[in-house]
């Protein structure tokens, strides 16, 4: 990684750092809430009526709810398989 | 990657003479390679989500996750997981001119 020869103070670096952690977490939270609409209109609404019935409601509640257990477990099944193969290599 | 395209902003760029300075960036380096690397693998992770999701949320969400929803999505990430390393393996194999298929049944 090349930072052009610029000397940062601490003072910068720790700003740029927060910066940084700032803009992940924004971009993860997007990324998040895009996927979820997407998956949860198509699971929830399947034929688009007149109105936002109290039925679709209770689904895409449940729906944001369960995407969210997945993400997590695939994260955890991920982290586990990463672990495993760099176990193998070693 | 250098800071400047990186979408970091800095208002002045150089640094204050008779600040604190750290002789290298490494730690800054290092932060951003970690960062990078962690953007990675999230960006992994969505797609994952993405695609078992498709696979194995068959039925309506009900209030929890169901015990073969869950079975499914840790097999769908492992077994995409040795798909993307099976091709990569078989195309590596197959440039050196070098047939697998013989053990594959």
Known sequence: MDLGGVQLTNEKKAEVMAQVRQQVAIANLQETIQK????????????????FAASEQKCVAMCMDRYMDSLNLVSKTYSNRIQQEAGRIQ | ?????????????????GMRVNNNNKDLENFLMLEREKAKMTAQMFEFTDICWDKCM????????????????????????????????????????????DGLD
């Open chain 2, 58 to 101: 068959t039925d309506k969400p009900s209030t929890r996750l169901e015990s073969k929803t869950e079975t499914c999505i840790v097999n769908c990430v492992d077994r995409f997981i040795d798909i993307s390393m099976f091709i990569a393996n078989r195309l590596t194999q197959k440039s050196q001119g070098l047939s697998d298929l």
């Open chain 1, 36 to 51: 979820m609409t997407e998956k949860c209109f198509n699971k929830c609404i399947t034929k688009p009526g007149t109105s």
């Open chain 2, 1 to 17: 990657m250098s800071l400047m395209d990186s979408g970091l902003n800095f208002e002045d760029g150089s640094i204050a003479s």
